[in-house]
């Protein structure tokens, strides 16, 4: 059970990005973290794993976080990843296994094999010699799918993984998602998209700083819960 317990952010000192969000996930699935722009949605996962200052905190099966950072998997945001960094595809996978592995420890023929199959995976294993700066945005958010898959992590967390991505790409991802699910993994996504919220998400934490609603999909995604988070937005969007 995966518990968030009363997370507040406040970058400024001021005013809250995000205020009080507590919420308590079962069982393995895969859950969306949906809200307007601006709501704190990315916020959220940065306090959930420690990366930014904040008061609250999460659990896992009752365990602060230092006790179970290695079965976390993070992918930030694209546009926070640095492209031109001058590393292959294989070695951009290889980097998931070292959470596992001390830091002077080389990779073994097992290790390379684990990279393979992830890349073979996502349909990427053609590209695995290949620089990162070289492949197109699907192509690169497969490999970084890769990376969390040899990391074996039980907790996984993407932050919009599919802005900007073509169909393929996205739906090779969701499967292996849903493979992830099946093996027992909790997987957090931060998304926009509300048209494939229905077909992608078990849960939802919807939210607009504060939490507005939190629970399973066709309860949460109804309209008139949805307009308490995204307000006029929502008629933009059209009859959601
Ligand atoms: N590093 C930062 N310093 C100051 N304010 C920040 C910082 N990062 C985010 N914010 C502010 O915190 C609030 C929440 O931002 P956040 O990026 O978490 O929202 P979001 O829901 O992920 O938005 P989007 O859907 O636009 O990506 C916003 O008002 C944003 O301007």
């Given at each position: 059970?995966?518990?968030?317990?009363?997370?507040?952010?406040?970058?400024?000192?001021?005013?809250?990005?995000?205020?009080?969000?507590?919420?308590?996930?079962?069982?393995?699935?895969?859950?969306?973290?949906?809200?307007?722009?601006?709501?704190?949605?990315?916020?959220?996962?940065?306090?959930?794993?420690?990366?930014?200052?904040?008061?609250?905190?999460?659990?896992?099966?009752?365990?602060?976080?230092?006790?179970?950072?290695?079965?976390?998997?993070?992918?930030?945001?694209?546009?926070?990843?640095?492209?031109?960094?001058?590393?292959?595809?294989?070695?951009?996978?290889?980097?998931?296994?070292?959470?596992?592995?001390?830091?002077?420890?080389?990779?073994?023929?097992?290790?390379?094999?684990?990279?393979?199959?992830?890349?073979?995976?996502?349909?990427?294993?053609?590209?695995?010699?290949?620089?990162?700066?070289?492949?197109?945005?699907?192509?690169?958010?497969?490999?970084?799918?890769?990376?969390?898959?040899?990391?074996?992590?039980?907790?996984?967390?993407?932050?919009?993984?599919?802005?900007?991505?073509?169909?393929?790409?996205?739906?090779?991802?969701?499967?292996?998602?849903?493979?992830?699910?099946?093996?027992?993994?909790?997987?957090?996504?931060?998304?926009?998209d509300l048209s494939k919220v229905v077909d992608y998400f078990d849960q939802l934490v919807l939210m607009n700083r504060q939490l507005i609603a939190f629970g399973n999909t066709e309860e949460v995604f109804q309209p008139e819960i949805l307009a308490k988070a995204f307000g006029q937005q929502l008629i933009v969007l059209g009859g959601v």
């Amino acid at each position: 059970m995966l518990e968030v317990q009363k997370m507040s952010v406040s970058y400024t000192g001021k005013q809250l990005a995000i205020e009080d969000v507590s919420f308590k996930i079962e069982q393995p699935g895969i859950i969306g973290v949906i809200g307007p722009n601006g709501a704190g949605k990315s916020t959220l996962l940065k306090a959930m794993l420690n990366l930014i200052s904040h008061q609250g905190e999460m659990t896992f099966n009752q365990k602060k976080l230092k006790h179970f950072q290695k079965e976390i998997a993070y992918v930030e945001q694209k546009s926070a990843v640095d492209y031109t960094f001058p590393i292959t595809v294989a070695e951009c996978v290889s980097l998931g296994l070292y959470p596992n592995k001390r830091f002077y420890q080389r990779l073994t023929k097992k290790d390379w094999q684990k990279v393979t199959q992830a890349l073979e995976a996502v349909d990427m294993l053609t590209f695995k010699n290949n620089q990162i700066g070289e492949l197109s945005g699907g192509q690169f958010q497969r490999v970084l799918i890769a990376r969390t898959l040899v990391q074996e992590a039980q907790l996984i967390f993407l932050d919009e993984p599919f802005v900007g991505i073509d169909v393929v790409s996205e739906e090779i991802i969701m499967e292996l998602l849903h493979q992830m699910k099946q093996q027992g993994k909790y997987i957090f996504i931060v998304h926009h998209d509300l048209s494939k919220v229905v077909d992608y998400f078990d849960q939802l934490v919807l939210m607009n700083r504060q939490l507005i609603a939190f629970g399973n999909t066709e309860e949460v995604f109804q309209p008139e819960i949805l307009a308490k988070a995204f307000g006029q937005q929502l008629i933009v969007l059209g009859g959601v």
